[in-house]
């Protein structure tokens, strides 16, 4: 009698609300749903449904891919593309950072920079790019200027947002054991906001890279963006695609490595229990 | 680190509180009053359990006390000097966990030493000491995260003993705990009375808790916050008994705990 009921509920659904599910299956489901959209992709443009001209085979575009890097010198371009990115998203942290961290920190700064810092938020920073190239020319300085503006503002607003959450009794501790203000700001709010401003650097990096795909398509002869502008005019859309591809595997890369970061900085979040 | 400012000896009074009262500003003209003219003294060397029901405003006394917030009126004086602020004089132990949590717990032990600029070998040994007090040496490398919530609390008694308060005040800080972790705290903390050379004023709604732990209760009743009535409990007969059996099964404790229920019920029933 026990057997077959046993039986039965060890047969586990597949769709089961809120059960885990094993490593196995997550990787295959993972690779799973790319396999599909590659096929759709390949049938679409096998069968000719698209026009090859518009919507490039993929494996013409991994082709692309190969050529661009190994025959056409495409590495220098994403050096370029990575440059930029690290120097402006190292630039809006270094501001952003300790800005954010005083305005959560202390009401009275900010009383002083949210009114500023809010309202440049609203502001599109790709509506900057004509003043920026009439200020800074053609140089690598408008692009930088553009990620940064586009970053720095939400950056400070995330920080600060975080630094407000971290619990009024760790100040009230430090206090009560002797701690003044600078203390405090430096051994307790910083140290306890941190996991958090690298979750926020870790979103905002991939913003960052948004940004560098508008500056170089709208202003720049170097760099990813500006590779795919060129092949437009071409109607290389194995080239643009390449791009795409490339921008993504970019950001993939560097959101995981935020995320080892997290995990190397923190070990004490790992363990909870 | 012996401190020689601490001037009150054992039985005299090192905590005072003389007709405080606050109110609160609610904004657009209209104001509460929390706290009325509340007076008591605390001995050195007491466990002084501030009683009541929730609302009575016993853990803005508290606060006051920390120095954490300021009384609308009245004076309040440790060893004699007006308390303005927080100050290493007074530490403070929270319900909610208070560990730092990218610190090991010695370093969480040492934080307040290392503030106070005590020489590291010293904050080292008075770190070990009171780690090894509240029973957790082996987990003295340990980080807070991976310590169970009674683990934490000892973490947060440790670190403020260690910094050498003349009063450890304590804000229902069993209160998240379960019931039996909560039991060996009461436990552990009438051990730790007893051994380290300590004052400690805390809160709590629990009346098991304040009967088996203190030698003065301070009842406050609410709307305002007043003090009711101040309880020596004397069946205990002035001793420190590590061990809740014995108190509970001692005469005079079921008349006493029937005696505050009462005054709670009382309380109850102004809503």
Redesign the interface.
């Known amino acids: 009698m026990a057997d077959p009921v046993s039986e039965k509920s060890s047969r586990r659904t597949f769709f089961a609300i809120r059960q885990p599910v094993s490593r196995v299956q997550i990787v295959v489901s993972a690779i799973g749903i790319w396999v599909v959209f590659f096929g759709i992709w390949l049938l679409a443009t096998e069968t000719g449904a698209v026009n090859q001209l518009l919507v490039p085979a993929p494996q013409k575009v991994l082709m692309t891919i190969y050529e661009l890097f190994v025959e056409r010198g495409f590495a220098s371009d994403v050096g370029i593309s990575i440059g930029r990115v690290i120097v402006a998203f190292l630039a809006a942290s270094l501001v952003a950072i300790p800005l954010g961290v005083v305005m959560g920190a202390f009401p009275a700064a900010e009383a002083i920079f949210n009114p500023f810092v809010s309202a440049w938020r609203y502001l599109p920073a790709p509506s900057f790019i004509p003043v920026l190239l009439m200020w800074f020319g053609t140089g690598e300085a408008p692009k930088l200027a553009l990620l940064f503006i586009g970053v720095v503002f939400f950056l400070i607003t995330l920080v600060m947002d975080h630094t407000k959450n971290v619990r009024n009794e760790l100040i009230e501790t430090a206090l009560t054991l002797g701690a003044g203000r600078g203390t405090i700001v430096r051994s307790v709010i910083l140290p306890a906001v941190m996991p958090n401003i690298v979750v926020a650097m870790r979103q905002m990096l991939a913003v960052t890279w948004t940004y560098l795909v508008i500056a170089e398509i709208v202003a720049s002869t170097t760099g990813i963006g500006a590779m795919m502008m060129r092949a437009r005019r071409f109607l290389h859309t194995d080239e643009i695609m390449a791009g795409i591809i490339v921008i993504g595997v970019l950001g993939l890369t560097f959101d995981l490595l935020f995320d080892r970061l997290h995990r190397w900085l923190f070990p004490y979040l790992q363990e909870k229990r | 680190m012996a401190r020689t400012d601490k001037q009150a000896a054992p039985g005299e009074t090192i905590l005072a509180l003389q007709n405080i009262s606050k109110t609160f500003d609610l904004g657009r003209g209209r104001s509460v009053e929390a706290i009325s003219g509340v007076s008591f003294d605390v001995k050195k060397n007491d466990i002084c359990v501030i009683l009541g029901p929730s609302g009575c405003g016993k853990s803005t006394v508290l606060r006051m006390i920390?120095?954490?917030e300021t009384p609308t009126a009245g004076n309040l004086g440790l060893e004699g000097r007006r308390i303005a602020g927080?100050?290493?004089d007074?530490?403070?132990v929270?319900q909610?966990y208070?560990s730092?949590?990218?610190l090991s717990v010695r370093r969480n032990v040492e934080?307040?030493m290392k503030?106070?600029q005590v020489p590291a070998a010293e904050r080292r040994e008075r770190a070990d000491h009171f780690i090894d007090l509240v029973g957790l040496t082996k987990f003295a490398d340990a980080?807070?995260?991976?310590l169970?919530g009674g683990m934490r609390q000892r973490v947060?008694i440790a670190?403020?003993l260690a910094?050498d308060?003349e009063l450890l005040?304590m804000d229902e800080p069993f209160g998240a705990l379960d019931a039996e972790t909560r039991w060996h705290m009461q436990e552990l903390l009438v051990e730790i009375a007893e051994t380290a050379d300590t004052t400690i004023v805390m809160v709590t709604h629990d009346i098991e808790e304040a009967i088996f732990l203190a030698d003065q209760i301070v009842f406050m009743s609410r709307h305002p916050g007043r003090v009711k009535e101040e309880i020596r409990p004397e069946f205990k007969q002035n001793k420190r008994i590590a061990d809740k059996e014995t108190v509970i099964s001692l005469e005079g404790y079921s008349a006493l705990e029937r005696h505050i229920m009462r005054l709670m019920r009382e309380e109850g029933s102004k809503e």
């Open positions: 920390a120095g954490l927080p100050g290493r007074r530490g403070m929270f909610a208070t730092f949590d990218w934080f307040g503030v106070n980080y807070p995260t991976q169970s947060a670190r403020t910094n308060p005040l």
